[in-house]
């Protein structure tokens, strides 16, 4: 028997290769099962963090909800209160206490209802302006408004019988207006350029010029009120003090206007000015008789001088000013009779006798500004 069956042989042979390879099959087929699992664990963990819970926002805020998925306040009812036969709802209150804007409400309800208002409901509201405070009162069915400003909610006890008032007669809130409901508003200082007052209190030495009248010294008292480069001016005035014969008696009161050349602390002006006199001019007598002169109108002033010190409370000034009247100083006519020892008579004929004077004065004063 020559030939042996090699069919066993050869399975005995890879029996061992087989093994191995059914091993390593084994192994990788747990390894990737393995795999599988801790991926999808992975996964599924992820998905667990990144799934929100119900109530809570995402990441570390836990707290509040996400603006964006945070539901919108519902808005308040609109508040309304009734009056009688009259309905009143509250408007636009922004910026308002909510006690305050209910009793306004109120207050402005109870007015129209005592002033016989009927209709639709009518709507009050409240805005401001800086510090005041603007009320509307708006009619539901013709859409009407009027309104007024006050100085705050405490003043509504006067608005609300004008808003009544005006609404329910057809008319404005100006027409509303008594001596006993004037508002703050109505009452505001009206916007002016800032005057700046003075007084000036003077010495003066008076002489008519053109003549051989003896000077005479005197006083006077002067009120300006000055704007910027001008002024107006009124001055009382009074001279005559003197022994000497021929000296100028005078008292006047007027008005005018002065314009300074500049606006420094020393500043040269001119004036004019209108007023009323009286001037008297005392003479030696002619003998037993008086020929004094005399004579009161209207007078017309011009002055030129400088103010000292303006800028401080207390300055100077000096001035010529020459006062022309618009009459003549007159004399009266004097007829005199003398009888001599043997009675007999001699009439003498003192005639009158008229002279135009122009008074020139130096003035010094003390001026408080």
Known sequence: MLCQPHGPVASNASSPLFSALRRLSRVAVVSVVALAFVGASERAARADEATPVPGQAQGAQTEAPSPATAPAPSPAPALTLRSGRVVCTLGDTTGFEAPDVRTSLDIVCTELAQRGAQGSPYEVRFGRLGGKILVVMTEGTTHEERRA???????????????????????????????????????????????????????????????????????????????????????????????????????????????????????????????????????????????????????????AG????????????????????????????????????????????????????????????????
């Open 149 to 303: 400003f006050a100085a705050s909610l405490e003043e509504m006890p006067v608005v609300a019988p004008r808003l009544a008032e005006a609404m329910v007669h057809k008319a404005t809130v100006q027409d509303s207006e008594t001596v006993d409901n004037v508002l703050a508003q109505s009452t505001k200082p009206v916007v002016s350029k800032p005057i700046q007052p003075g007084v000036e209190l003077g010495i003066s030495g008076a002489t008519p010029a053109g003549t051989t009248f003896s000077a005479a010294g005197g006083m006077y008292l002067g009120l300006q009120f000055r704007r910027e480069r001008w002024a107006l001016a009124g001055q009382a005035r009074a001279g005559g003090i003197g022994s000497t014969d021929g000296k100028l008696v005078s008292a006047s009161v007027g008005v005018g206007g002065r314009y300074f050349l500049t606006d420094g602390d020393v500043a040269p002006f001119v004036g004019l000015g209108v007023g009323v006199g009286y001037f008297h001019v005392s003479r030696a007598p002619r003998g037993d008789y008086d020929t004094d002169l005399d004579g009161s109108g209207f007078t017309a002033s011009a002055e």
């Open 306 to 369: 400088a103010a000292f010190l303006r800028t401080g409370h207390v300055g100077a000034a000096l001035s010529l000013r020459a006062d022309a009247p618009f009459f003549a100083l007159k004399s009266d006519e004097i007829t005199a009779t003398r009888y001599d020892s043997k009675m007999k008579a001699t009439t003498t004929v003192i005639p009158s006798e008229s002279r135009y004077v122009v008074p020139l004065s130096l003035n010094v004063a003390i001026t408080f500004q």
